[in-house]
């Protein structure tokens, strides 16, 4: 835009502010997806131990969302009516805003439609079995590791705030998710097919978390978002380390899904929305 | 040789030992089951530090705890009754002494 000289100087500033707020929910759908997902087993579990700790993971997420979306809707909320207007399509959020209300955590959650959501494809996808449910997982918590140790140095003061007290949790997912791939895959026959069949289907839906669109750019570029080109070599380093010692096949390099940050999502999230947002769309503003 | 079956079928299970703050014992919190001694550890957390219960874990696996019989209550316990000389009550203690 370096040419663009005749732009009045606030044209930039209101910019920035829009990209920190999809910045800030591509990292908050991430984590209210993927703790919905988990806290699917709650009930389920395979055994009474690992229903407690796939609900207390869920939890965190849950926690790590609405930080981040308490931090959106203020940002939100700052905009100017116009911008306001243009950020989100969804429906039910622009009748808000047409009635000059401010927005809060729940709102972000309950009222925007799947295409409003900025989560990338993997945590969106089906649990199936505990080994589907285990990879997604490590493959998400070894980048949302990477991810959070990069946000530590951001120059947005909340976001680097929010870093430090999630990395100690997502420190702890890793650890989970990273000894359950090393059981499972080097485990029975049955359980290391299973956790293949896993790695193998998951695969394509690793590349986007690590690669850059617009947005990630901007934040980079900027100083508040992560250097997803450094990740991105961090991420292969652990994820190759433990499947090789899980005794499972790291699969080749091949094309890789994308979309899930820009709002192109699969079928699943449609579900996953359905489920999440029924209340509060069949009865606005209940509590319970 | 029913007891081998479901030991077959289940993971261990784990006696778990909780410190509540530094300085303090570990106490019998529970037992959890689980497939290793770190899984152990980690089911322990989840399940009895999840309201800050704890600074420290211990678990051993139930197999290795040796208890005391409880028919043989009378001839381990009950000959203690009657020696309350053996509590510490039977000397004067200065003034000064605040914490006996």
């Not at chain 1, 978002?225 to 994820?239: M, P």
């Not at chain 2, 289940?10 to 770190?38: N, Q, T, Y």
Request: net charge negative.
């Amino acid at each position: 835009m370096g040419w663009e000289l005749g732009n009045s100087n606030l044209e930039l500033p209101r910019m920035e502010d829009r990209t920190k707020i999809l910045y800030t929910l591509q990292i908050a759908d991430n984590a209210l997806i993927i703790g919905h997902r988990i806290s699917e087993w709650c009930g389920h579990g395979p055994i009474l131990e690992q229903d407690i700790a796939a609900t207390n993971i869920a939890l965190d997420h849950l926690g790590q969302a609405r930080s981040l979306y308490q931090y959106a809707a203020e940002q939100f909320n700052a905009l100017q009516a116009d911008e306001k207007m243009k950020l989100f399509s969804s429906t039910a959020l622009q009748a808000k805003v047409a009635a000059n209300e401010n927005i809060d955590e729940d709102d972000l959650a309950y009222l925007r439609d799947g295409w409003d959501f900025h989560n990338v494809l993997l945590v969106e996808q089906n649990n199936k079995d505990w080994a589907y449910t285990i990879v997604r997982s490590f493959f998400y918590d070894t980048f949302n590791f990477f991810f959070y140790s990069a946000l530590l140095n951001s120059a947005d003061t909340t976001f680097a705030a929010i870093a430090e007290k999630s990395l100690k949790e997502v420190t702890y997912h890793l650890r989970w998710s990273s000894e359950w791939m090393i059981r499972l895959g080097d485990g029975t026959e049955e359980s290391h097919q299973r956790m293949q069949d896993a790695v193998d289907y998951l695969w394509s839906y690793t590349g986007e978390m690590t690669t850059a669109n617009e947005t990630d750019k901007t934040a980079f570029a900027s100083g508040i978002g992560a250097d997803l080109a450094a990740i991105k070599t961090a991420w292969k380093e652990k994820v190759s380390a433990v499947i090789n010692e899980s005794s499972l096949a790291m699969p080749k390099d091949a094309w890789m899904q994308h979309g899930g940050k820009d709002g192109s999502h699969t079928e699943h999230l449609g579900y996953i929305l359905a489920e999440m947002q029924f209340m509060q769309r069949a009865y606005p503003n209940m509590e319970w | 040789m029913a007891q081998q079956t479901i030991n077959k079928n289940e993971w261990p299970l784990w006696e778990v030992f909780i410190r509540s703050k530094a300085g303090l014992d570990h106490k019998h919190a529970g037992s959890i089951h689980a497939a290793d001694a770190e899984m152990a550890i980690e089911n322990a957390r989840d399940v009895y530090t999840r309201r800050m219960e704890g600074v420290s874990i211990w678990v051993v696996e139930s197999k290795y705890i040796h208890a005391s019989e409880p028919g043989q209550s009378e001839e381990l316990f009950e000959p203690a009754n009657d020696k309350i000389y053996r509590h510490p009550t039977f000397y004067d203690l200065p003034d000064e002494l605040k914490h006996m």
